[in-house]
Structure formats: C-alpha cells, structure tokens
C-alpha cells in the first residue's frame, strides 16, 4: 500500500521561505513522477509542481514559477518543495501526490497547511 505523508507546514510571513517534505512507502519510489497540489478552503485542488519519474524534469504553475523549487532524493524516498517569495495567496493545504512512470497521480497524502500571513 501506497504511503505519502507530508511535513513541514506551518505559519510564516509574507516573503518568506519554507520547504515541505513527503515521504513515500510501500512504492518503488524512483519508478514514480511525484507532484504537489494545493487547496485552499472552498476552492478547487490545483497542480502546483511534478517532477518526473526518470531524468527529474520539472513542471510548474504559472502562480508559482520562479519561487517554487520541487527535487527528489530516491535514497531517501521523499519529495521536496522548497517555496520561496511566499504569498498570502499561497495558503492552502499542500498535498503530495504520485504517478507511476508519469501517468497519473493515483496516491496521494493527507496534506499539510501552510499559511502566509500579510
């Protein structure tokens, strides 16, 4: 069984940074493209960043291009998202996600909160 758990959320000021982490199990992990989505309260779960299964190459909204880094470590199984600039329209639930050779994202985890405060 499929295990994503994400950490690291938290409340942090507007332009400040933080890094999220999901740590996978009961997958072979480098056989997996992983992304983040994110959800505020009332809205629709939207993509934010993938990173493919193979070479690592990378995807971004366009909200978040050029202050959002994803990366991978298959050592260790987990899947990063370092946020940078953030904003108070960053806030939501962030939510880690898997697709077996980059197809579709069937695993997810239970989300972690983020809140930018203005």
């Known amino acids: 069984q499929v295990q994503l758990v994400e950490s690291g959320g938290k409340l942090v000021q507007a332009g400040g940074s933080l890094r999220l982490s999901c740590a996978a199990s009961?997958?072979?992990?480098?056989?997996?493209?992983m992304g983040w989505f994110r959800q505020a309260p009332g809205e629709e779960r939207e993509f934010v960043a993938r990173?493919?299964?193979?070479?690592?190459?990378?995807s971004y909204a366009d909200s978040v291009k050029g202050r959002f880094t994803i990366s991978r470590d298959n050592v260790k199984s987990t899947v990063y998202l370092q946020m940078n600039s953030l904003k108070p329209e960053d806030t939501a639930v962030y939510y880690c996600?898997?697709?077996?050779?980059?197809?579709?994202?069937?695993?997810w985890g239970q989300g972690t909160q983020v809140t930018v405060s203005s």
């Open positions: 009961g997958l072979t992990f480098s056989q997996y493209g």
């Open positions: 996600a898997a697709a077996l050779r980059d197809s579709v994202f069937g695993s």
């Open positions: 990173i493919s299964w193979r070479i690592g190459r990378t």
